[in-house]
């Protein structure tokens, strides 16, 4: 049955069965995610636990995609791991509260708009090795507690139940969409582990997630400059990945549910959840892109989904850890594989006889930076930075001139492409001062002046013209040019003129 819900500043039609049911999903599935990256950290299953309750919960309410689930991701374990080993983790608590702060900063700021500047090659890549790093982190349920590899009997079982559960999530929307066909596969195997008494791993083994309530608790840091120093190079790292991992996951829910989210709004909220995880004993988060997969393929679009999964997750601890310590994992393996399988952007394939070498290039590289490294920050802005020199190098070779004399002998040169720090050489190697007559027009009716470094070209060849006694006109300059030539008048010696049949730059006489 589906009503209407006015939640906050969100009003949207949701389907209540899907929300609720879907949430619940997610609520499982953070469990041992949450351990996992808690462990990868140094820190207790507790400490992940209650940041994915609290990142998750404050996100939800706040956050500027709806559908979106946020946790203690793998991605902010990696990086806090070596301060929790040489300061403890009181140090993590007040380290992500810091971080807090400087993704608040940045929404406020309105910084979350700069995501437009990742290429969607960068995008295939990232999303790629998401991908790959959610499969090959589901290998480690295939060994023993020493690191040894299962065989024999266990490995048949968790093998069995693992396909078992992806043939469920792979088969049951063909028939029915009643139910969500991820709880319907954990539901399943649980039921067939629990009442055949098959013997295999679960999430208790891995570690007991009773607790309470997160408490309250002011991290117990000197508040001196000396642990600003300490903290300061963490906290910008992890605002730095929560907030690329987040707005990056926001923009694949975008693409999938064919809705937009707000960038700036979810960096406040994804700020103000890391400050609330640091003040309540957790390791703080961002975006996760796998839970957030199974949230909207199971048909979740409302803020509801991600609400019941936070709120669940703390039930879980507070209340259910006898039972859910009994599910195995072999179920949650099985989902998160599929994830994977459903995350990977399989049509990158048929890109690669069709983009540009470059854009295949970055596409790679990115992938391979996030799998080798576990640093998504990082991958993305190498990718960036790649993509950004392949074009600055094109453009700066597409600059060129026709030339031409009109009746009365001036010699014109029309620019065509962009000048720009790039592109001055070529722009340079277009001029023949010493045999061109007395009076030069270089028109930019197809060009644009871009940078500091195109005013100072234009500079350095009036000045060459004026040291053999010739005059020269820049013609069509637009109008954003001639207000960067106007902000730097002290650089290049011009005027802006209005002519009755153009508007010229000239020399100043």
């Not at 810091?98 to 090659?121: E, Y």
């Amino acid at each position: 049955m589906k009503k209407y819900l006015n939640l906050f500043d969100l009003t949207q039609k949701v389907d209540y069965k899907t929300e609720i049911l879907s949430g619940l999903t997610v609520a499982l599935a953070l469990v041992p995610e949450a351990v996992a990256f808690a462990f990868i950290a140094g820190l207790s299953p507790l400490t992940g636990l209650y940041a994915a309750f609290m990142m998750g919960l404050v996100t939800s309410i706040f956050g500027g995609r709806p559908g979106m689930i946020s946790g203690a991701t793998g991605a902010v374990a990696v990086v806090i791991v070596v301060l929790a080993k040489d300061h403890g983790v009181e140090y993590i608590f007040a380290t992500v509260i810091l971080a807090g702060l400087i993704q608040m900063a940045a929404g406020f700021l309105r910084l979350g708009k700069l995501i437009r500047l990742v290429p969607q090659p960068v995008i295939y890549g990232f999303v790629n090795g998401l991908a790959i790093i959610i499969f090959m982190s589901q290998l480690a349920q295939f060994k023993d507690p020493s690191g040894n590899w299962l065989s024999g009997t266990s490995l048949y079982i968790l093998t069995g139940l693992v396909l078992l559960t992806m043939f469920i999530i792979w088969g049951l929307p063909k028939l029915t969409k009643v139910i969500p066909a991820s709880l319907t596969a954990i539901l399943v195997v649980f039921g067939l582990v629990f009442f055949l008494g098959i013997d295999t791993k679960t999430v208790g083994d891995m570690a007991s997630i009773q607790g309470g309530f997160p408490p309250f608790h002011i991290p117990g840091v000197p508040f001196t400059f000396e642990t600003l120093q300490i903290i300061f190079p963490f906290a910008a790292i992890v605002a730095g990945v929560g907030l690329i991992e987040s707005l990056l996951t926001l923009n694949i829910v975008d693409e999938i549910t064919e809705t937009r989210g707000r960038g700036n709004k979810e960096a406040v909220a994804q700020g103000a959840a890391n400050i609330l995880s640091g003040v309540f004993s957790g390791m703080g988060g961002c975006a996760m892109i796998g839970q957030s997969l199974i949230n909207v393929s199971n048909g979740a679009r409302a803020r509801l989904s991600g609400i019941v999964a936070a709120v669940m997750l703390l039930v879980f601890v507070m209340f259910g850890s006898g039972l859910i310590e009994k599910v195995p994992i072999a179920a949650l393996t099985g989902l998160m594989i599929m994830v994977a399988i459903g995350t990977f952007e399989w049509a990158s394939f048929k890109t690669f006889t069709k983009m540009p070498k470059s854009d295949i290039f970055v596409m790679v590289m990115v992938t391979l930076v996030t799998v080798v490294l576990h640093n998504l920050a990082l991958a993305v802005i190498i990718g960036v930075i790649i993509s950004a020199l392949v074009f600055a190098w094109d453009n700066a070779k597409r600059i060129r001139a026709r030339k031409y004399f009109d009746e009365a002998g001036v010699k014109h040169y029309e620019i065509y492409g962009p000048l720009f720090f790039g592109s001055i050489t070529a722009f340079n190697e277009k001029f023949d001062v010493l045999n061109d007559p007395e009076e030069v027009i270089i028109d930019f009716a197809e060009s644009r002046v871009v940078d500091m470094s195109a005013i100072e070209a234009l500079n350095k060849i009036t000045e060459r013209y004026h040291r053999v006694g010739k005059k020269i006109h820049l013609k069509h300059l637009s109008a954003d040019c001639k207000k960067l030539l106007k902000n730097a008048e002290e650089i290049i010696d011009v005027n802006v003129l209005e002519d009755p049949t153009y508007k010229i730059v000239v020399d100043k006489v």
